[in-house]
């Protein structure tokens, strides 16, 4: 085998190698490129009790209760199906209902979720566009394209 030959071999390999590599990466990351779960998708595709997820949707008008200190209790809903969220933390100052949100955290035993983080749209006219995208596809979009 001439000098050449060993090379391209030793490039073929690489490249092979490279191509499996990026072939399980994508495999095994295929459920969690997503950036948020409607309530919806987590109805059809459930996730573990601890298991950590982004939640996204519009709080739901009518469920924020406050607690003690800074626990506040609210709902996520895509108009569809309804998650039920508790927080304990400064919310974002614009939180408010009928607003998109994103939290994240993780589901207890009851069906709960326990948020660590809240994220909220900074303006009047900002929306995620996962979100924006989720409620389009329910036909429940109101806002600008």
């Known amino acids: 085998m001439t000098r050449k030959q060993k090379r391209l071999t030793i490039i073929g390999g690489a490249l092979l190698f490279l191509g499996l590599a990026v072939a399980l990466v994508l495999t095994a990351?295929?459920?969690?490129?997503?950036?948020?779960?409607?309530p919806s998708d987590l109805q059809a595709n459930p996730v573990r009790a601890g298991e950590r997820i982004r939640l996204g949707g519009l709080v739901e008008k009518g469920s924020i209760e406050r607690g003690n200190d800074t626990k506040v209790s609210f709902a996520v809903t895509d108009t569809e199906h309804?998650?039920?969220?508790?927080?304990?933390?400064?919310?974002?100052?614009?939180?408010?209902?009928?607003?998109?949100?994103?939290?994240?955290?993780?589901?207890?035993?009851?069906?709960?979720?326990?948020?660590?983080?809240?994220l909220a749209k900074h303006d009047e006219t900002y929306m995620p566009k996962e979100v924006a995208d989720a409620l389009k596809d329910k036909g429940v979009w109101q806002g600008t394209e």
């Open 29 to 38: 990351l295929q459920q969690e490129i997503v950036f948020f779960h409607s």
């Open 82 to 118: 309804v998650i039920k969220v508790s927080y304990d933390g400064i919310l974002p100052d614009l939180f408010r209902e009928d607003q998109g949100v994103i939290t994240e955290g993780t589901f207890v035993g009851d069906g709960t979720f326990v948020a660590d983080t809240v």
